[in-house]
């Protein structure tokens, strides 16, 4: 029996172990997508890093089917694993890693080894949290989205950080 996309996930993310199923895998803390369409040309597309002290970082970049589901999935799972992570898309660490030089992580002059062992998290996730919103898509209907809701240092107020499919 093969392994699901969902059980590579939660054995990442939960246990801390390097898994492998059809088009996603993990390798030395850090869980990839195989799946390539004819689009998108490159080598394995990385989702999450586990960072050297144990925090999790996952991948905020703008993507698309299938990695769009499988990052919702992440989000999910680490949300409720009681681990401490944050999101921020790879392709801003490498414009700040380079001083704006680089904008494109598969431009980065670094390696996801590098991120591991330098990129640490300095705001903990602890705090955050999901919500359904539900908002019109392209064609006026409205549909359901998970909303990342945060909570800004002082204030009672909520913001909506992130939706679900952008």
Do not use: C
């Not at 996930?9 to 869980?31: P, Q, V």
């Not at 921020?88 to 590098?114: C, K, M, Y």
């Amino acid at each position: 029996m093969s392994t699901t996309h969902q059980q590579v996930i939660e054995h990442f993310i939960r246990k801390d172990r390097d898994r492998a199923g059809t088009n996603l895998f993990a390798k030395d803390g850090i869980l990839f997508s195989r799946y390539r369409s004819r689009y998108m040309l490159g080598a394995p597309y990385p989702l999450i890093v586990r960072l050297e002290d144990g925090r999790l970082l996952v991948n905020g970049n703008r993507v698309f089917w299938p990695e769009e589901q499988y990052l919702s999935d992440i989000l999910y799972d680490v949300e409720h694993s009681g681990r401490e992570f944050g999101v921020v898309p790879f392709d801003s660490i490498t414009a700040a890693w380079t001083g704006a030089r680089i904008r494109s992580w598969n431009q980065a002059p670094f390696s996801l080894s590098e991120i591991q062992h330098e990129v640490n998290l300095t705001v903990p996730s602890q705090g955050e949290k999901w919500r359904t919103v539900r908002k019109l898509n392209g064609k006026g209907e409205m549909e359901a989205k998970g909303a990342h809701i945060g909570r800004e240092r002082g204030q009672d107020q909520e913001s909506v950080l992130r939706l679900d499919g952008r």
